[in-house]
């Protein structure tokens, strides 16, 4: 498999629920990236890894926790989640170790629901 | 000043028809503007990008035009398809904001529909 993988495509879950969205990427790249894509709204980042180390958190609420435990891989857990955050949820990766600016390859995102 | 504003918000054109997208920032510090398309159930990919030595980029049918001074770079389509219908978004992002990582600032996006 190549490029930006993202599990599950669809989620359905209620308010009280605890679940998981895995973003994986087959391309050698050293950043990764979580955004929020809702209706009529620009795309809103989330969260950026670099080397695995968290670099930025965009002022998200506490009930979406990430997780990088390598390169390839990136978890969004998601707790106790509102209806507001029904959305399309994007995964992206980069190289930009050496060179800025590099390309950022994208997943074709899960789509939540909260119920 | 993180903004980037983008318009139309829908455009529809002929067959053949040129569709233009502009986009406008306040940061100057940006130094890469990337377009990106997106179709219904994908995500964004990567159509082309400028950066702000140059005042224009063309690739294939795809050509950014950028205005320094105006702050303001667009997309233009030459001899638009059908399969081009998608949604476009225009971004922009600072080298060295993030350690080894990116912070783009995206547009609200411009859906196209190229009729037949």
């Known amino acids: 498999e190549t490029g930006v993988t993202q599990t599950p495509r669809h989620l359905v879950m209620g308010m009280t629920n605890k679940k998981s969205l895995k973003c994986e990427q087959h391309?050698?790249?050293?950043?990764m990236y979580w955004y929020k894509q809702s209706a009529k709204k620009p795309l809103e980042l989330m969260f950026v890894y670099s080397l695995e180390e968290r670099v930025e958190n965009n002022s998200v609420p506490s009930r979406f926790s990430p997780e990088c435990p390598n390169s390839s891989h990136l978890f969004l857990h998601l707790h106790t989640l509102q209806p507001e955050d029904s959305a399309l949820y994007l995964c992206?990766?980069?190289?930009?170790?050496?060179?800025?600016?590099?390309?950022?390859?994208f997943g074709d995102g899960t789509r939540l629901s909260i119920l | 000043q993180q903004q980037v504003k983008q318009s139309p918000q829908s455009l529809i054109v002929q067959k053949g028809g040129i569709p233009i997208i502009n986009c406008a920032y306040e940061n100057t510090a940006f130094d890469y503007f990337p377009w990106y398309q997106q179709f219904p159930g994908k995500g964004p990919a990567l159509l082309i990008a400028?950066?702000?030595?140059?005042s224009e980029k063309k690739e294939g049918r795809f050509t950014i035009s950028f205005n320094k001074s105006a702050k303001q770079f667009s997309l233009h389509i030459m001899d638009s398809q059908p399969g081009d219908s998608a949604t476009y978004f225009c971004a922009a992002s600072r080298g060295g904001e993030i350690q080894g990582a990116q912070k783009l600032v995206f547009g609200q996006g411009t859906r196209l529909t190229i009729n037949p």
């Open positions: 992206a990766s980069s190289q930009d170790v050496v060179f800025p600016n590099q390309p950022q390859h």
């Open positions: 400028i950066r702000p030595d140059v």
């Open positions: 391309l050698g790249h050293n950043a």
